[in-house]
C-alpha cells in the first residue's frame, strides 16, 4: 500500500494537512521529544534493572532465584498488554493511550523506589511494565502521525536511535548510578523525566482519528494469555525448567490462541491482526523483525559467556567489547531511516542482515586469542547491519499498513520483537544444554542462521511489491 499524506492533529486547533515535504513545527519537535524520551525510559529501564538485580537481590535479602521476578514481573506486563493497548490506541487514538501509559509507568516508577521486599517491588514492576507497555504499543503510531509520508524513514531512524543508545548506555548509567547511590535511585530518576515526557505530551502530542468499534475484554484476555504463557514457555525452557512444565504452558497458549482467532474471526479491526498479516508486505516484514531479533538475542545473551568463559576476559572487558555494537547500531539506524525514505526497505533490510550474518559468522570463527581491536571490529559489523535493517523495516511495516490500523501495526512491532528475543535466549539455554561450555559459539553460529533466513524474508519484499503481470 504506498504512503499517504498524514494529518498532524494539535490541541490548539483542527486537524491540519501537513505537505509531504513540509519540515516539522515547533509543536511536532516538542511531540516527537515526549515520544522519544518515553521510549528511552522503557528502555533504560530494562537495561538498568537487568544490570541492579544482583544488587537489588542482596539489599532485599532475597535468593537469586527468586530475584528474577523483578525482571520477569515487567516483561510479562509488556508482553501481555502490548495487543491490547495497541487496540485501545486505534479506538480511543494513540495519545491517550500513550499519556495513561506514560504516566502509569511513572507512578509505578516511585512506587519501585519506595518498595521495601521483593513481593511489593514486584507488583510495582508489573505495574512499570503495563504503563511500558502502553508506550511501546503506539510510539510509532504517534511517530507516524508527527512525520509526513515523505520523511518517515528519519522518524523511524530516530526512534531506532534513542532505542538502541538506551540499551547501549543502560548498564553504564546503572553501574554509574550503583557506584553513587542504592538501587532506589535507579526508579526514581524516571519519575522527574516521565513528568518532563508528561508535560511536552500533553501540549503537543497529535490527535488521530478513531475506530468506530467496541473493546472486546474477553478478547483482550485471550490476547494476554496466548503471549504471556508464550514468552513464559520460552523463558521456562531458557531457564531449564522440566520440561512437562514447558509444554504444558506452550499447550495453554495453543489454547488460548485457537480461542483468539475463533472469537475474532470477521472482526474488521481484529486485536491480533491477522488481518493485516494477510498483507504479504506486513507478513514478510514481520518475520523478517522476529527472524532479526531472533539473531540479536542468540548473540547478547551468549556473547558474555563466549567472552568470559572462551575468551577469558574480565567483566569490564566484557562491558567494553559489547558496547561496540549497540554503539554503532546507534549510528547506523539514522542513516538507513534516511535512505529508506528513497529505497526500497526490502533492499536496505536484505543487506543489512546480510551484514549482520557475515558478522556472526565472523565471530563464531574468532581465533583462540583474538585482539580487542579484531573483536570490536567484528562486533562492529553486526551492529552496523542490525542498524542498516531496522528503520526501513520500520517504516516497512506501517507503510503497509492502513493510517487507521496504525495502532495493531504498532502493538505487532514490539510483538514482533519480543517473541525474536525470547526465542533466541531460550536456544542459548539449548545450545548450553548440547555443547556445554562451547555452547555459545554454537549460539554466535545459530544467530548467523537466523539472520540469513530474515535477510532472505526482507529480500522476498522486492517481489511482494512488485505489481502483478
Known amino acids: 500500500m504506498p504512503d499517504q499524506p498524514l494529518a498532524l492533529a494539535t490541541e490548539a486547533g483542527p486537524t491540519r494537512p501537513l505537505h509531504p515535504d513540509a519540515q516539522l513545527d515547533t509543536r511536532a519537535i516538542l511531540a516527537l521529544v515526549a515520544i522519544l524520551m518515553g521510549v528511552l525510559l522503557s528502555t533504560l529501564d530494562t537495561a538498568i534493572a537487568n544490570t541492579a538485580l544482583p544488587a537489588i537481590a542482596a539489599d532485599l535479602k532475597a535468593p537469586a532465584a527468586a530475584s528474577i521476578w523483578v525482571i520477569n514481573a515487567y516483561q510479562l506486563a509488556v508482553v501481555a498488554t502490548l495487543l491490547p493497548f495497541a487496540t485501545l490506541g486505534d479506538l480511543f487514538g494513540p495519545r491517550r493511550v500513550f499519556m495513561v501509559g506514560l504516566a502509569v509507568f511513572t507512578v509505578a516508577s516511585l512506587a519501585c523506589a519506595l518498595a521495601g521486599s521483593l513481593p511489593t517491588l514486584a507488583v510495582a514492576r508489573a505495574l512499570q511494565g503495563i504503563g511500558a507497555g502502553a508506550v511501546m504499543s503506539v510510539n510509532i503510531a504517534l511517530i507516524r502521525l508527527v512525520y509526513p509520508a515523505s520523511r518517515l524513514g528519519r522518524g523511524m531512524g530516530l526512534n531506532a536511535l534513542v532505542g538502541s543508545v538506551g540499551f547501549a548506555v543502560g548498564p553504564t548509567v546503572a553501574s554509574l548510578m550503583l557506584a553513587l547511590g542504592k538501587w532506589p535511585w535507579l526508579f526514581a530518576v524516571n519519575v522527574p523525566l516521565g513528568g518532563l515526557a508528561l508535560v511536552f505530551g500533553l501540549r503537543a502530542l497529535p490527535r488521530s482519528t478513531r475506530l468506530q468499534h467496541d473493546f472486546d475484554p474477553l478478547t483482550a484476555g485471550l490476547t494476554a494469555l496466548t503471549f504471556a504463557t508464550l514468552i513464559g514457555a520460552l523463558g521456562s525452557a531458557a531457564q531449564r525448567e522440566p520440561w512437562p512444565l514447558v509444554l504444558g504452558t506452550l499447550a495453554v497458549s495453543a489454547v488460548a490462541g485457537a480461542l483468539l482467532l475463533q472469537r475474532q474471526k470477521g472482526h474488521p479491526a481484529p486485536m491480533l491482526p491477522v488481518d493485516l498479516l494477510a498483507r504479504p508486505m506486513f507478513l514478510l516484514s514481520t518475520l523478517t523483525a522476529m527472524g532479526s531479533f531472533a539473531a540479536q538475542g542468540l548473540a547478547f545473551v551468549s556473547l558474555p559467556f563466549y567472552f568470559e568463559e572462551v575468551l577469558h576476559r574480565d567483566p569490564v572487558q566484557t562491558g567494553f567489547l559489547m558496547s561496540s555494537w549497540p ?85 505487532m512491532v514490539g510483538m514482533a520483537r519480543l517473541i525474536g528475543q525470547t526465542t533466541g535466549a531460550a536456544l542459548v539455554a539449548l545450545c548450553f544444554g548440547l555443547v556445554g561450555t562451547h555452547g555459545s559459539v554454537a549460539a554466535l553460529a545459530l544467530g548467523a542462521v537466523f539472520a540469513a533466513l530474515a535477510a532472505a524474508a526482507s529480500s522476498a519484499r522486492l517481489w511482494a511489491a512488485r505489481p502483478p503481470i
Not at 335 to 357: E, T
Open 327 to 411: 554503539i554503532v547500531v546507534a549510528a547506523a539506524a539514522p542513516i538507513a531511516g534516511r535512505l529508506s525514505d528513497r529505497h526500497p526497505p526490502g533492499l536496505l533490510g536484505g543487506i543489512g542482515l546480510a551484514i549482520m550474518c557475515v558478522g556472526l559468522a565472523s565471530m563464531a570463527l574468532l581465533p583462540d586469542n583474538p585482539s580487542a581491536l579484531n573483536i570490536v571490529l567484528r562486533m562492529a559489523v553486526c551492529g552496523a547491519g542490525f542498524g542498516f535493517f531496522q528503520s526501513p523495516n520500520l517504516r516497512a511495516l506501517m507503510s503497509s499498513a492502513p493510517p487507521e490500523r496504525a495502532g495493531g501495526a504498532s502493538g
